[in-house]
């Protein structure tokens, strides 16, 4: 079965330095994958985009995102984080259906 | 304008009652979807929709009924409604599979 997963529920981070957020994929075939951010009691918005092409992927408010087939990996990145940056972030595969991750809550501290 | 609206942004009932949740898009997408989000955060999709034919429909109670009248709305009626049915539920959209969604903000189900 095709799935994505976040290994992590919760990332600290301080303001200005750099963020990972982690997800991993299993996927037959070319991947299509992405990232979404939910703040709260808001609907999920798009961030990026990998399908095929360059490694590095980059996308909505400074984020970005890399693409690493040996390693079946496709980590959010930002250099300098912001304290707007918090929020519940979401790794998908897409195909017939989207799978998303079970999310990952980023809190930016001041 | 608002490209993914759902109706209504708040829904609380008793047990046993039927509800029903709205979705229209006016992107032109072919493609739309429900997705479940838990007290846990987690989301998981229910259906999808192409061209108002239903493509896939997950293990999901058949108290669950999506039915879409034209492409550009998709909405979830609810028959003898469940504790365990208190969640989140986002209708989404998109041009094509593959292609990214679009979200609208969520109808927070509480059953009494």
């Known amino acids: 079965a095709q799935s994505v997963a976040q290994p992590e529920d919760q990332v600290n981070v301080a303001e200005g330095n750099p963020l990972t957020v982690k997800c991993t994929y299993s996927?037959?075939?070319?991947?299509?994958l992405f990232w979404y951010v939910q703040y709260p009691n808001r609907g999920l918005q798009f961030l990026l985009k990998y399908i095929t092409g360059d490694n590095l992927v980059k996308g909505s408010y400074g984020f970005e995102a890399e693409f690493n087939k040996s390693q079946t990996s496709f980590h959010l990145k930002k250099p300098s984080a912001l304290v707007s940056d918090s929020a519940l972030y979401f790794c998908?595969?897409?195909?017939?259906?989207?799978?998303f991750g079970t999310g990952t809550s980023l809190t930016v501290i001041p | 304008d608002t490209a993914v609206s759902q109706t209504p942004k708040y829904l609380v009932t008793q047990m046993g009652n039927d509800k029903s949740i709205k979705c229209e898009q006016n992107?032109?997408?072919?493609?739309m979807y429900w997705y479940k989000q838990d007290s846990k955060k987690f989301l998981k999709i229910m259906f999808s929709?192409?061209?108002?034919?239903?493509?896939i429909n997950e293990t999901v109670p058949n108290r669950f009924s999506p039915k879409s009248p034209d492409k550009a709305h998709l909405n979830l009626h609810i028959n003898s409604l469940e504790l365990g049915d208190s969640a989140v539920y986002f209708c989404a959209s998109a041009r094509a599979t593959n292609e990214k969604l679009f979200f609208g903000s969520g109808t927070q189900l509480s059953v009494l």
């Open positions: 998908a595969g897409g195909g017939n259906q989207f799978y």
């Open positions: 996927v037959s075939g070319n991947p299509y």
């Open positions: 929709y192409n061209n108002k034919e239903l493509i």
């Open positions: 992107l032109g997408h072919d493609t």
